[in-house]
């Protein structure tokens, strides 16, 4: 079957040629022609870029700066900061003006050279200030400028414990003279300044009393006074008016008592009620008068033991002839003398006074006899002890019960009034209950209102460590973005303007640009309607009674043309 088609192309007449204009070649060229707007633009564009890679530069480039002092006064502030002028160092001042920042790789440095030179000087001075004596000082401005040294140094010394934050040392020292009979003894008082929740212990302050009396002549320990900055007393009064207070020690041993009692109360219901669920607190009440008694009895020596003989003395004496009479003339001294007695016990012996003598004999008689006996004595000496208790109360408060149903609830149940007898027993045997004492233990159930405690996390553009980050990145980010800014607006633009088109591409068109005249082809001829129905036909009828034929056919040309 043999179809012939026949494509007649649509020939058109080429398009006249346009003139084309020579492109400028060279970058400079390009650059010359562009307009004058677009010049400007990109001269801005190129400074500005510039200045901020300067300034990003600079900015990477600055120091860091550190602490060099803190909290100094004005005055040595001043003085530091002149010396740091002079070495033509920069500075910088913290907010609020409490510190001096200098470069970090500078600090110690600096301060090695400002130590040097005797810089901070600090609020307090010593005996530095010998050092500046002026020739023709008089004894009183030298007595008082080592005064004045003495009591710098003390200050120091006591400001470099670690509860102080500032002291102050006043000294009297009165002026001795040989001539006095009775010399004043020097004084001394201190004033602490401590830190916010530091206090200082009965051997701190022992040690500051030692240290001020130790440094000056003849100063007693007594004769040192300390007050902290409220203005109370830490010492002691040398006049014992503060013997009815109680001292540091006191206070501490009765709130080790306390502490006691309070922590054997919670080991004990701790594993009954568990944790969290019981609160205890003990008051003691203790004694610390001291009192002390003597006491002395005596018991003669009586029944049935032998009296004890403490002294006997006998004296006899005779006498040849008359006696003499003696004494004073009168009825007294012819009276006969009476009879002796035993001091204590026993019967009085009849002695022979020599008047008794009878007239005409030859002489007389005289014998004396003393016998001291011992005397029972008792003395008694009571002292009694100090730090007693003498009363104790304990107030114990315990959660209601948890329990949880099957469905999983969880309802609180108070406990009932047998267990809190029992609890109540436990505890008056923890703490020693004493009815006689007059002690008192109060056991209580209460439910416990538990709170939700909000953690207030600050959000993180409100953490101060976020807003400093972003405050040292801020002035780079931002010139960053400017210097992106005139790139791709600015200079990008100019750029894109300068740099030559690309050549154009051959396109295929069915348009020849030539001047030949293509030869006209001759017209086809006219096909016959019904020859072209015949073969139709005959073909239809030969695929159906071959189609096998048909196949073949169609494939060899499905063949030829995959091979051409």
Do not use: C
């Amino acid at each position: 079957m043999d179809n012939a088609v026949a494509l007649q192309p649509n020939l058109t007449p080429a398009a006249p040629a346009v003139p084309t204009v020579d492109a400028p070649t060279g970058f400079g060229a390009r650059v010359a022609a562009l307009p004058a707007k677009s010049k400007i633009g990109a001269g801005i564009g190129i400074a500005a870029l510039l200045a901020i890679i300067v300034a990003l530069s600079l900015w990477s480039s600055r120091p860091d700066y550190k602490v060099l002092y803190a909290n100094l006064s004005d005055k040595d502030g001043g003085a530091i900061i002149a010396q740091l002028s002079q070495m033509n160092v920069p500075y910088q001042h913290a907010e609020g003006g409490g510190a001096i920042l200098v470069p970090g790789d500078k600090v110690h440095d600096l301060r090695l050279k400002l130590a040097s030179q005797g810089l901070p000087k600090g609020s307090t001075v010593g005996f530095e200030l010998m050092d500046n004596a002026k020739f023709g000082i008089t004894q009183f401005q030298e007595r008082l400028t080592f005064q004045r040294g003495l009591e710098g140094e003390l200050t120091r010394s006591i400001g470099a414990m670690s509860a102080v934050q500032s002291a102050r040392v006043h000294l009297a020292l009165p002026n001795q003279n040989g001539f006095f009979r009775e010399q004043q003894k020097p004084s001394a008082s201190v004033l602490l300044s401590l830190y916010p929740g530091r206090t200082l212990d009965r051997a701190q302050l022992a040690g500051i009393v030692h240290l001020v009396s130790s440094s000056v002549p003849e100063l007693a320990p007594k004769a040192v006074s300390v007050i902290d900055q409220n203005g109370t007393l830490l010492t002691e009064n040398p006049d014992g008016s503060s013997a009815n207070s109680l001292d540091a020690k006191q206070l501490q041993y009765v709130n080790q008592i306390e502490s006691s009692y309070t922590r054997r109360i919670m080991d004990l219901l701790e594993p009954v009620v568990g944790r969290d669920n019981l609160r205890a607190q003990v008051t003691a009440e203790i004694d610390f008068s001291q009192s002390e008694s003597t006491s002395e009895q005596f018991r003669p020596n009586q029944g049935n033991e032998p009296a004890a003989v403490r002294s006997q003395q006998t004296s006899e004496s005779t006498q040849p002839g008359a006696p003499v009479p003696t004494g004073v003339p009168g009825a007294a001294t012819n009276q006969p003398p009476v009879p002796a007695t035993a001091p204590i016990n026993g019967t009085a012996q009849q002695l022979q006074a020599a008047g008794n003598v009878a007239p005409g004999s030859n002489g007389g008689a005289k014998r004396d006899a003393i016998t001291n006996y011992e005397v029972d004595k008792t003395v008694r000496v009571t002292r009694n002890a100090t730090g007693s208790i003498k009363r104790i109360n304990a107030a114990v408060v315990i959660n209601h019960r948890s329990s949880t149903n099957a469905n999983g609830k969880t309802t609180t149940v108070p406990l009932s009034e047998e267990e809190l007898q029992k609890l109540t027993t436990l505890v008056q045997e923890t703490v020693g209950y004493s009815a006689e004492r007059g002690d008192s233990v109060k056991v209580v159930n209460a439910p416990f209102q538990t709170e939700k405690v909000d953690t207030n996390e600050l959000p993180l553009w409100k953490d101060p460590q976020t807003l400093e980050l972003l405050r040292g990145a801020a002035v780079p980010a931002a010139l960053t973005l400017l210097a992106l800014i005139i790139v791709f607006g600015v200079i990008r633009p100019a750029l894109k303007a300068a740099t030559p088109p690309e050549p154009a591409r051959p396109a295929l068109d069915a348009v020849v640009a030539d001047t030949e005249v293509l030869p006209a082809l001759e017209a086809a001829p006219a096909l016959n309607a019904p020859l072209a129905s015949e073969r139709l036909d005959s073909a239809r009828q030969l695929a159906r009674d071959n189609p096998a034929a048909v196949a073949n056919i169609v494939r060899n040309w499905v063949s030829k043309e995959t091979a051409s």
